[in-house]
């Protein structure tokens, strides 16, 4: 395009001529449209997502609640974070509960994936099933969960009363030593499924030729998982560990309905830790460098994983 | 008993393990319909039993709302039009932008594009307490249109990468003729691609159907009239205290059961497109 249009023009030093304000306007006439197309997405991300980010690390240098003015404190509430055992212990909960929630519904998720590709019995019905939880809000799943495992009449209890395992009946979420493990169990039933759908369409993606080539080479089911399914589903597995890992920092519906951090803030994650904060303590300098913190952690990992997954894509 | 033989040890355990797991994913979601439609004494005193004949008394209790102060109907419509509101910006605006990203070569459009994969790394938890007054000084707070846009943006970035990479691979020669044939560059997307490009728009919408209908945290923080609040706020505002103590155990499994409903419904209908989406949206 621009090359045709340079020689029509003869008169080229007029081109050149031209003032930068001039040639601005030429730009942006040629391209009018695209940049009609930009500017909604464009607009609604710089006035509802820049800008709040900017704010955000300017307030967290303030000590202010919410009603009179804003005192500047430099990076005191940081200071404070570094030393608030609440702040710590919801951060290390966070990342205990990404770790194991992850590790959790990958693994189950791998299983049934390599499993279901397998072909068993009623393969089609359990790729339906699995992946119903996932739809299921996270508010219900958690409501649900709450009036299950209820220590006196919850049904999980009655159940254990009943077949004799009486031992077994625990106050589910009133121990804090065992709560933070219910809530990572819950949420390895509702999400497994995903993962799995996932890693299954990986692994149906695996040529057929390859498939039977090991069928003629006569490889056992085992070696089939571990030699020829898994090495070829890795990069997916990677992206689907990662998804879960950042997925699973932003957890607060959970916690919100089933503790809401408790007993004890044995439960408490950044989410909910940021949320008392701000709205019940009215700490909002304070809660604002949560999620300064927040925001660093995940930022830099979610930008860390799609450099590397960028890179991949490209070697292919 | 020549297939008999075939069948493995291992192959019987994977079989039962399977069947197993089945049980234990589905189960809860069944008895939390089952129990929906029991009253309390029966939910306390004989949690397996069968709700039949169905008890609808939980159900005209949440239709009226005498538990969290509006009736059903008052939150399905917010969670409703919020729904709608956000997937309709949502596809005119991500279409758009991936579009001129995958069509145009405009000087910006490379700084664009990474400020929107940039835009892909950000928490929603950061923009909490900003917007939060933001939308309080423009008097969007318990508004649903506030809703809507806050949610329009935090889909915006996968939504954008999906459209781009699909307009990727969208082959030109067919806008070219419409260009050709005097079309505008408007109007080639408009009437020829859009049209065209039906599974895309439904990707999109998929990927966001399901967390805009369930998301509790910016709802929580920002609509706190009742009259204005979403079904998941519904949910969550039944204090999960001791069973004994709490006299609308019933009605609480109602309201969840109705939450649930439409995504199940949803799912059911357009269930291996929503797979097929939700894996182009995890591994886009």
């Known amino acids: 395009m621009t090359t045709t249009e340079v020689a029509s023009q003869p008169i080229a030093p007029y081109s050149n001529r031209l003032s930068w304000y001039q040639r601005l306007k030429k730009t942006l006439r040629d391209n009018l449209i695209w940049y009609l197309f930009v500017t909604p997405a464009i607009l609604l991300i710089i006035v509802f997502m820049v800008v709040p980010i900017i704010e955000a690390l300017s307030l967290a240098t303030y000590r202010w609640n919410g009603v009179r003015p804003r005192e500047f404190i430099g990076f005191e509430n940081f200071q404070d974070l570094g030393t608030d055992r609440f702040f710590l212990g919801a951060l290390q909960h966070t990342i205990f509960f990404s770790i194991a929630a992850t590790l959790g519904t990958v693994t189950l998720g791998l299983l049934l994936a390599v499993a279901i590709s397998r072909r068993v019995l009623g393969a089609s019905i359990y790729r339906v099933l699995f992946y119903l939880p996932v739809m299921v809000p996270i508010t219900v799943v958690g409501a649900l969960w709450v009036r299950i495992l209820e220590p006196n009449f919850g049904m999980l209890n009655t159940f254990l009363r009943g077949a004799g395992l009486e031992a077994l009946a625990e106050s589910w979420l009133g121990d804090a030593k065992i709560a933070l493990f219910v809530l990572i169990g819950v949420t390895i039933w509702q999400y497994s499924g995903f993962p799995m759908i996932v890693l299954l369409a990986a692994a149906e993606n695996i040529s057929e030729e390859v498939q039977e080539a090991a069928t003629l080479d006569g490889v056992s089911e085992w070696q089939r998982i571990t030699h020829i399914t898994i090495p070829l589903i890795r990069p997916v597995l990677i992206s689907i560990s990662v998804l879960q890992v950042i997925f699973s920092l932003k957890v607060f519906d959970l916690m919100w309905v089933m503790t809401r951090g408790g007993p004890g803030q044995s439960t408490d994650v950044l989410g909910t830790f940021l949320f008392d904060e701000a709205f019940f303590k009215r700490k909002y300098g304070y809660a604002s460098a949560v999620a300064v913190a927040m925001f660093v952690i995940i930022f830099t990992i979610t930008y860390i994983y799609q450099r590397i997954v960028r890179v991949e894509n490209a070697k292919l | 008993m020549n297939r008999l033989r075939h069948l493995s040890l291992v192959k019987i355990i994977v079989v039962v393990v399977l069947v197993l797991w089945a049980i234990i994913e589905l189960y809860p979601i069944l008895f939390m319909f089952n129990t929906s439609f029991k009253l309390d004494p029966q ?49 005119v605006t991500s279409t758009l932008a991936g579009y001129a990203l995958a069509r ?45 846009m806050v949610y329009t943006t935090l889909g915006l970035p996968l939504s954008i990468v999906l459209a781009r990479a699909y307009f990727l691979s969208f082959p030109v020669e067919i806008e070219e003729q419409a260009l050709i044939d005097g079309c505008s560059q408007f109007g080639a997307f408009w009437r020829i691609v859009v049209p065209m490009s039906r599974s895309i728009l439904a990707t999109i919408a998929i990927v966001n159907i399901t967390w805009v209908w369930s998301e509790l945290f910016f709802a929580q923080a920002f609509l706190s009239d009742t009259d204005m609040q979403t079904l998941p706020i519904a949910v969550a505002s039944y204090r999960p205290a001791q069973m004994q103590a709490s006299a609308a155990i019933s009605q609480h499994f109602a309201i969840m059961a ?11 209908v357009f269930q291996s497109h929503i797979r097929k989406g939700m894996t182009a949206g995890a591994l886009r």
Request: aromatic fraction near 16%.
């Open chain 2, 43 to 91: 939910i306390l005193n004989e949690p397996f039993s069968i709700g039949y004949p169905p008890s609808f008394e939980s159900y005209a209790r949440v239709w009226e709302g005498d538990q969290t102060g509006q009736p059903f109907l008052s939150y399905f419509m917010n969670s409703a039009i919020i729904l709608v509101g956000t997937i309709i910006l949502l596809l």
């Open chain 2, 104 to 148: 145009g070569r405009f000087p910006g459009s490379p700084w664009v594009q990474q400020g929107f994969l940039l835009s892909l790394a950000v928490p929603a938890h950061a923009l909490l307490i900003p917007l939060y007054f933001f939308l309080g000084n423009l008097g969007l707070r318990n508004n649903l249109l506030g809703m809507v």
């Open chain 2, 258 to 268: 109705l939450t649930t409903l439409p995504l199940l419904i949803f799912y059911f």
